[in-house]
């Protein structure tokens, strides 16, 4: 195992999983260009390297002193878990964000095997750093099977064909909005589409809500070295991902221009995913984030993922702090 050195973690940014962007506005052609490797790297990092039986390693996206994405952690647990199942998907998950997770240093899943019933799953994931679990996960997998259906209607909003990509309107503003995140800018693996411009007069809008389209931009469609369970596992890592990309900050919506997004440290709780379907694989998908309360310097936050043509796919409720600092 290498041997790292732990950082001081006085020196994480409070409220950065990675470096701000470089430039504001950002510009948008070298980001658009790093966005396809951001994603073939994060396929490469949820190849986790197996130490032994229920025990695995995973790397970073990206390595400095700055806290670990909880979107990267959730994949490579749900990953770990998947690696020791058969037949049978993820069909919900909940976890505890315990501490800050150190970029520098490669991350261990230690994985509990709690039941192996007849239709019914139950794994029970550890990640730890340095000797101590930041991250605790249990997670269910269900065989197929066939019964009642119903879905409630997605919003209707514009299709992703009618609206610019993130990228694009981060870097046409003229100067940086203080309730703009500092990551805005910033390649992410998944392409994303807002339906409230970042920036606008809309999108400053005192809401409770706030949808976006996304897509992973890369081919995860059948090859000849998966089969169908496969990519359906990898499918559903990749939304693990996804679901922890701004929901936290959906919280601060409601309260645009009371103090300046610098002025206040967010990070995940706990966070709870539901998978209702079958994913479809390398379509866009409606992130549908919304917003129910806040209080005591903790908000909860929500989400729907609809496909395409309406259908709803997964669903994930998420507490996060929200606290003001000096």
Known sequence: MREDKPIDKATISHDLTEPAAESYPADATAEKAKQRSRATRLLEILDLERIEENLYRGHNEVSGRFRLFGGQVLAQALRAASNTVEDRHVHSLHAYFMRAGDAELPVLYEVDRIRDGRSFTTRRIVAIQDGRAIFSMSASFQVDES???????????????????????????????????????????????????????????????????IRFPLD???????????????????????????????????????????????????????????????????????????????????????????????????????????
């Open 147 to 213: 019964g009642f259906e119903h879905t409630h209607s997605m919003p209707n909003v514009p299709p992703p064909e009618e609206l610019e990509d993130d990228l694009d309107v981060v870097a046409s503003l003229r100067e940086r909005h203080p309730d703009l995140s500092p990551m805005a800018g910033r390649a992410r693996p998944f392409e994303m589409r807002s339906v409230f411009p970042l920036g606008s007069t809309a999108w400053q809008q005192h809401r409770f809500w706030n949808p976006v389209w």
């Open 220 to 326: 995860i469609s059948p090859s000849a070295d998966a089969d169908d369970h496969q990519r359906q596992m990898l499918a559903r890592c990749l939304l693990a991902y996804s679901s922890d990309m701004g929901l936290v900050s959906t919280a601060l919506l409601p309260h645009g221009g009371e103090v300046p997004r610098q002025s206040v440290q967010m990070a995940s709780l706990d966070h709870a995913l539901w998978v209702h379907r079958q994913l479809p694989l390398n379509e866009w998908l409606l992130f549908h984030k919304r917003t129910s309360t806040a209080d005591g310097a903790r908000a909860l936050t929500h989400a729907d993922f609809f496909s395409r043509d309406g259908v709803l796919l997964a669903s994930v409720t998420q507490e996060g702090l929200l606290r003001t600092i000096s």
